[in-house]
Each structure stands twice: as C-alpha cells, then as structure tokens.
C-alpha cells in the first residue's frame, strides 16, 4: 500500500478524519490529503514536542497556518484542540501520522483509527 493509500484507505476512508498527513521525523511530508497543508517547520516542531513538552505547553503548535491548544501527550501522542476541531497526532519509529478532526466525532474515535494505523506501521518497521 502507498502513503497515499494510508491517508485515503484508512484514515479519510474512516468518516472520523477530516485532514490527515504521514511524514517522517524531519518533517519531510510522505503523504497528505488535497485540502490539508502542513508545512516541514510545522511538523519539526511537532516532532521535537514528542520528547519535549514544554514546547508545545508555552506557545502551542501551529499545524497548516492553524494554531492549536496543546491539552495532553506522552512520547508517542500528542492532543491539541482549537475551538471545535482536535488534533491527533503519533510518533512511530519513523513516522508522525497527524489527524485533524472536528466536533460531533469525539477525541476518542480520532485516536482509535490514528492509533490502529500508528501501531500497523511500527510493525512493518515504520
């Protein structure tokens, strides 16, 4: 299966995920949908929030000109929300897969389908 297919299989393809995007830990994008625009910076940041919380706790993280509110996260997640649309992101071995959703989906569906494709590629050594 290609990026793209992850994006528009699995995660469009679920009703739950509105934008979504696959890239690797420099930022570099493997695959996204048309209408979702993260830049490379975004998503170093991103990453680097991963391992260090107090950078997303201070200014947020902005994700496709859109700034998010930083709510919880551990070394492989990250949730961030901004009025009525969440963020869900995972870090794999050498991925970041990043979903946006928006209300009435509830945080937990996001993670769900997020999580399910996140553990499938660490498990092909992604």
């Known amino acids: 299966m290609s990026w793209q297919e992850y994006i528009d299989k699995q995660?469009?393809?679920?009703?739950?995920?509105?934008?979504?995007?696959i890239a690797g830990h420099d930022g570099n994008i493997w695959a996204k949908d048309d209408s979702?625009?993260?830049?490379?910076?975004?998503?170093?940041?991103?990453?680097?929030?991963?391992?260090?919380?107090?950078?997303?706790?201070?200014?947020?993280?902005?994700?496709?000109?859109?700034?998010?509110?930083?709510?919880?996260?551990?070394?492989?997640?990250?949730?961030?929300?901004?009025?009525?649309?969440?963020?869900?992101?995972?870090k794999t071995k050498q991925a970041i897969v990043v979903a946006l959703y928006e209300d009435p989906i509830q945080p937990q569906q996001c993670a769900t389908v997020v999580e399910k494709l996140g553990d499938y590629l660490e498990s092909c050594g992604y």
């Open 36 to 90: 979702f625009h993260p830049t490379e910076d975004d998503l170093i940041k991103l990453f680097k929030g991963f391992s260090d919380k107090g950078l997303l706790q201070t200014s947020g993280l902005t994700i496709g000109g859109e700034r998010y509110i930083y709510l919880s996260g551990d070394e492989k997640i990250i949730r961030a929300k901004k009025s009525k649309i969440g963020l869900h992101c995972m």
């Open 11 to 21: 995660l469009m393809a679920s009703g739950v995920v509105m934008h979504a995007a």
